[in-house]
């Protein structure tokens, strides 16, 4: 029988997020794919340096320490390389001690539509275009960006979101660019009672609950946090479409506007997601943080 991935958290991952590609990418665009090309086969023994989400698929992959028979989490490569210059990034897999072990090589095309032939929960990448063309097809998908300082070493995994165009739809935000604070306020108190629709990270928050429901809440090797420019009284919505998706949040963080960055060191976030890429700009100085291109401030 076809192996599936029924239970099994799966995040599909570049090979540029996963690994420092820079100086790769800097060959690429002065001198050509063909430079390119010799350059990582000249150099597929050298380990490769971690890129921005190193620290998070490691700390992932680590959870299947204790189910080895049936893995908890499912890391899939997926890469602009083709196999040939793919092999230096599989080198340094290996090196690493990283449990994965399938792989789309795409050969310069984009590699998006195999993150859903996969069935991956979650896709992370450096490059804009394929991050929104998975986006615009229903995958939850983020541009990570490396943090400037060291990454959090706790063994707790933590993912931190951002809620309007993120975990829900953009709705509100659309009449908060619309209308202003005061219109968005009266509108989300009126709707207060009505489930917000689901955002691109809905399925994804979804699935990391899933795999929290397998472990007591004190010993959970996963916390959530909704980290949100809301304050009270639009913080009923959100509560109440929590409760109606019968999705757990750890922490909920309504900050009414205040800079999210000394909240997300606070928390210790592993990555943060968020719409807004000034947000992303001022925390990545201390988190690896991905933005997600979707909703009216995107377009």
């Avoid at 890469?79 to 210059?85: C, K, P, Q």
């Avoid at 489930?195 to 928050?205: A, C, H, S, V």
């Avoid at 609950?209 to 959100?238: D, G, M, W, Y």
Wanted: glycine fraction near 6%.
């Amino acid at each position: 029988m076809p192996i599936e991935f029924n239970d099994t958290l799966v995040i599909a991952i570049s090979s540029t997020a996963l690994f420092d590609l820079a100086e790769s990418h800097r060959i690429y665009v002065e001198s050509g794919v063909d430079s390119y090309a010799q350059y990582q086969i000249d150099h597929e023994d050298e380990l490769l340096k971690p890129g921005a989400a190193f620290g998070l698929v490691k700390k992932l992959l680590s959870l299947n320490e204790t189910h080895k028979d049936t893995p908890r989490v499912e890391v899939i490569l997926l890469s602009r390389n083709s196999a040939d210059t793919g092999l230096r990034v599989f080198n340094s897999i290996e090196s690493h001690s990283l449990q994965i072990t399938r792989a789309a090589f795409t050969s310069g095309n984009s590699p998006y539509l195999y993150a859903e032939a996969f069935g991956a929960h979650l896709f992370l990448s450096t490059n804009p275009k394929d991050v929104m063309q998975a986006i615009n097809a229903g995958i939850a998908a983020a541009t990570i960006v490396s943090p400037t300082q060291a990454n959090n070493d706790s063994d707790i995994i933590k993912f931190a979101f951002d809620g309007d165009a993120v975990l829900f739809s953009d709705e509100a935000e659309q009449i908060f660019q619309q209308g202003g604070l005061e219109e968005f306020t009266r509108s989300e108190k009126k709707s207060a009672q009505k489930p917000l629709e689901g955002g691109p990270f809905k399925t994804f928050l979804s699935a990391l609950h899933k795999l929290q429901k397998e472990f007591t809440q004190e010993n959970c090797p996963i916390r959530t946090a909704l980290v949100t420019a809301r304050s009270a009284p639009a913080h009923e919505r959100v509560i109440r479409t929590l409760r109606y998706w019968d999705i757990r949040i750890d922490e909920a963080l309504f900050l009414g506007g205040m800079d999210k960055t000394k909240f997300l060191k606070a928390f210790g976030a592993d990555v943060f997601f968020d719409d807004q890429e000034g947000h992303i700009e001022r925390a990545k100085g201390h988190i690896p943080s991905g933005h997600v291109p979707n909703g009216v401030i995107n377009e």
